[in-house]
């Protein structure tokens, strides 16, 4: 698919997915990362909901997946914003977020320039647009700096028992709470990658992590 717009073949289904009108956007994440990306026209929306953004705006709107595309690595390659944020890292920047405050404003000047390089170009088929992304109410409190006590979550979804409850949810990374044997929840919130579960069946019942002892940050 990332090799369609330099001449690469796909399957007919694949290039019917690829000839609908596209978005390209400006996402930006916890640690106040920054990355460039596309989205079919159908899923405008839920692509950034599944990316795990804090903010991110439109910045293009293009008639075809091709056209998009080339325009994703133009700007890789004059403003030298990436295509990709690891999941690590967006965990990372969840445990301790920066502020929704600045978070916008790296967003917005990511996307200015981008809109800047964009609106001077010879190219046709697509148009440079204004719009901010609205994110999930869900992962409003993952997404919020200072609401108290966070640590990684303590194990790996690799087996054994996991008891979370789930309180907001970015993404696959959630904010949880993690119950103890009589059911009462332990101290602080957890950030934890829904994500590894992917793939493996989950058993569903009166479930609890093992807690290992948690040294808090002293600065």
Sequence with gaps: MHDFHRGGSVPSG????????HWLYVATFATGASKVGTASAPRKWNRLAEQGAVHASYVAYAEDGRIVRVLEDLVTRELGLVQQV??????????????????AAVNRRHAGRVRELLGGLA??????????????????????AHTGLR??????????????????????????GLPDASGNEVEGSFVADLGAL????VEFGPHTTEIPALQDSLF
């Design 14 to 21: 694949l290039r019917a997915y690829l000839m609908q009108p």
């Design 86 to 103: 690891r999941s690590a890292a967006k965990v990372t920047g969840l445990v301790e977020p920066r502020s929704g405050v600045e978070l």
């Design 123 to 144: 190219m046709t088929g697509y148009a440079v647009v204004e719009e901010e992304w609205e994110r999930p109410a869900l992962a409003d409190t993952l997404c919020a």
């Design 151 to 176: 640590h990684r979550y303590p194990a790996t979804f690799d087996g054994g028992g996991h008891g979370v409850r789930v309180r907001s949810l970015s993404g696959t990374i959630a904010l949880v």
């Design 198 to 201: 992917k793939g493996r069946k």
